[in-house]
């Protein structure tokens, strides 16, 4: 008698060699592998033909089908007729058993999936009692939507694949049909395959399961353990490598397929060594499915200027447009101040609202954008299959890759598209339709071989594989985690429903016994070398698993001792391998982490302090490592801030006869803006204005915010300009004060803003407004007292040429000034007041601060710039600024004023002078008052230096060097 399942198959289809013969398998793949491994045995062997149940049972209903005007239905497709129907029950049974809320993908597949299971078991709605639930709501609702699809079926002409019971036909060839136990076929596949096979069906006793198989025992056994997923894959890749006499003589049947492949994938990628992978991998693993992820994640979080610069960046999406390079999309991008939302892309890419130098670019992108949105649902009334054909649309036009995963992705959405063009759905809120869509493209799967081939190594799953007769097979994932079958109940029918219901419907407990028996004959079937091994930590949960029980079976049977526990089993494997082993340093290594094992062991494998090897191999981290050692002493260095030494042998240059630039830029003007933030810390001015790094000014999505501080305060300096302008006549005369003037000007600038910078809501733009509102008023208040004539607004400091104007300081030291003045005022003959808005608070503008240690300069330099522009100008020969005044015109400011008497100009001239000297020495040492850090740009860059400089501005030792920034910082 045949002792396996290989000698009983080859047997059956070999036998009457004349005779057709189909082999029923689970799968093709599965069906194609069996007779691979036949014709391997015995030579070529005809009249064979590999069928699933499913698609004989297509192929002998297509007549009837035919015959009798019947469409079958795809199973996508039968999904959302279900769904169709069951918004139908929601809407006219609110209070119903699945009400409109509970519409979600997982419920919708639950209740999809019990429907066929009740229509295989071939049961209709009227033998759905209501004495057989659990509850009585439950019964209604199943007996309706099932009556009701049954008459959906009936009234379209069309059928669900149990439906074809009725339209297949027997074969009435002499064929001889062959399946495997367990079949695990439903009644209505076994009533279709009996009608179409009759008599001449024959079932095969399966393989016996590993743990009383004979020839299962003879087998050779390897264990080990690691202590995670992916050092168990190198372990395991290192095995192969070191041992296997050809990679396609190996398959990998993982116990958790999803969480190995793709680690098995990407390693043997790194390796040069070709995979196959049964199931594939998610689109994720390919760019233009990274890109449809990408879109349908922008269109979720809000259409985010940083997802879409991020998969541009990234290489997901290319704007294909010879005139422009990528990074210049980014670039525009990120400097539009779209930050999110469809009306700010459409809005703020108008090219007449950016810069000249961009414009041509910019109308470029506002058609991209025209585009984008053009089919996008201002509302919340989204349509899942429109969703996918604009996915599919965008995909195509703007996708990076070009790969053949590239193309199966590609051609994957437009299939979908197609295949539910005439699928029904209703409308619902974006972010369902966004789920529905991405439940569909879990779907799409890329370099799927569902075979093996040859030279390369195969990846099948524990529920799949096994049946390609290779000579060696790995089992990776056996923890009790990954090994064990869930026998959770279904929520939809429960075991107990299934049970009174119909002796036809498998129960979740009976299925979980089933798939265990099914799984350990199947393993039984295996023949040749066996590795078994398990994560014994999941490095992403943080917790500890033990190895499976199946797995202390197999080893009891390797050593043929049945009393062996799990400490054994732990004895025998050992210390789990790890990522980065030791053991593995006097070897051949894997790849560049072995190479680093290599260099961090000694010749007994012990572990070396790396840090000498790592900053010999990288000369930026050794250099890192130095800045922080100098930085730690107490001397000044160029890690602190003092880079003037350097600075003067870059100005001599390299050779002799040469000369090159220093790392300070000369500068032929500066700006108060400039000084100040010197003043305030030099190595934040070293950072942002030497080696011009910027932070990326990048709007965020706040759906309770609509303008920045920055913006707030640019749109009431421009309404009070506007406002003064109109109420002087632009100077020439005392201010007239009309209230109904400022709400209008005010309306109007709230307007063009709004138009540049749309609100995030109608809420929060009335509510911002509203506040911008009460800061009018204050100013209102406070200028309609005011007695002084305003004479100039936004004043421009240049010459008639539009250079930086010249302004001369006490000292006699010249200076080329660049800036704007918010207002001049004349208090008097020949006597004038500069002002300057502030929409913060005036909390920091002490009277004992007038210089504040050179960051408050503006009132001063203004001063005398206002000053020497209104003698040179020809306006007033004598003019003289006695005053200047810092202003808070808003609510939070409360109408306040800081005023400064213009009489300390020597000393003005000595701070500047000290400012500039200290620049020019290249002194740029960061701020010593470190609460500034909290809010600074470049924290992340800086982290605790601030704090260490403190203790460093006061050694003795560096006296010489910070002496003239020091007693700029004295000057209150």
Sequence with gaps: ????????????????????????????????????????????????????VRGLAAKRAKLGLFL?????????????IVRMLMEELATEVPNGYIHEGNLKPGIVDGVNRSLGELRLARLAAADLRAEVFTHPGKAEYMRQLLSRYELYLSEQRTTDFAGLVHFVTPDSEDTVYLAIEPT??????????????????????????????????????????????IAEVREGLRKMLGQADSIDGIEIMAADYERYAPIVYDHAKALGLACTLSSGLPIGYCPAGQAALGLLDWIQEGYPVSKLTELLRHGRLRIEDERFTQNSWIRLLEQSGIGWGKDRYISLLEPSRLAEGDREQSAALHAHALQWFGSLPDNDQWHPFELLNWLARNVASYAAGRSPEDAVVH?????????????????????????????????????????????????????????????????????????????????VLLDEERIRLSPDLTTRSERASAQRLERESRIGFLRGELWLSYSSYDPGEQKSHGAAFEMLQLFRLRTGDATKDFGALSAALGEPYGVLDMRWAPGLPLNGIDAWAKLLANARGERLDGREAIRGSYPALAEGYRAGTLRQADELSAYDGWIGELNRVMEQGGRQGESSPGIVPKRDYISVSELEQYASCGLRYYFGYVLNLRSKETAELDRTSWLQANEKGSLLHETYRRYMEEATGNGARAAVHERERLNRLLEQ?????????????????????????????????????????????????????????????????????????????????????????????????KPSEYFSGGTQLQHAIYSVAAEQWLRTSGYDAQASVTEADYRFPTAKGRGEFVRREQNRRSELAVVIKGLLDSRESGLFIPASDIQQCRWCDYASVCGAHATRMVEKRQLEGNGGLLGTLLEVESYG
């Excluded at 398998?25 to 491994?37: C, D, F, V």
């Excluded at 179409?196 to 353990?225: D, H, K, V, Y």
């Excluded at 209703?426 to 493209?441: K, N, P, Q, W």
């Excluded at 407004?769 to 204050?778: G, I, K, S, Y």
Aim: hydrophobic share 40%; aromatic share 8%.
């Design 1 to 52: 008698m045949p002792k396996d399942l290989m000698d009983r198959l080859l047997a059956a289809v070999t036998g009457e060699p004349l005779r057709r013969k189909v082999l029923l398998a689970h799968s093709y793949a599965q069906g194609q592998q069996l007779l691979e491994r036949l014709c391997a045995r015995a030579g070529a062997i005809a009249n064979v033909e590999i069928e699933t």
């Design 68 to 80: 009798n005007g019947i469409t079958l239905l795809e199973e996508g497709h039968v999904f959302w």
């Design 184 to 229: 695990g076929w439903t009644r209505a596949e076994r009533e279709m395959t009996v009608r179409i096979a009759g008599e001449r069906l024959a079932i095969l006793e399966a393989e016996a399961p590993f743990g009383q198989n004979a020839g299962f025992a003879e087998n050779s056994f390897a264990f080990f353990s690691a202590s995670g997923p």
């Design 411 to 491: 051609s994957s959405l437009r299939e979908l598209a197609l295949t539910h063009a005439k699928s029904p759905s209703g409308s619902m809120s974006r972010d369902l339709a966004i789920r529905y869509v991405r439940g569909m493209l879990d779907g799409i799967r890329i370099r799927v071989s569902p075979t093996p081939k040859p030279g390369a190594i195969h990846v099948s799953s524990l529920a799949g594989g096994g049946w390609s007769g290779r000579g060696l097979f790995w089992i990776p994932g056996m923890d009790e985690s990954s090994w064990s079958v869930s026998s959770r109940q279904d929520p």
């Design 749 to 845: 600038v709230l307007s063009e803003f709004a138009s540049r910078i749309p609100a995030p809501s109608s809420h929060v733009f009335d509510k911002e407004a509203e506040e911008l509102r009460r800061d009018a008023d204050v100013f209102y208040h406070v200028e309609s007292v005011n007695a002084d004539q305003p004479l100039f607004f936004e004043l421009e400091l240049k010459t008639e040429a539009g250079e930086p104007m010249e302004v001369e300081l006490a000292n006699g030291m010249r200076i080329r000034l660049k800036g704007f003045i918010d207002r001049i005022d004349r208090i008097g003959p020949h006597e004038y007041r500069i002002i300057d808005y502030k929409t913060g608070s005036p909390a920091k503008f």
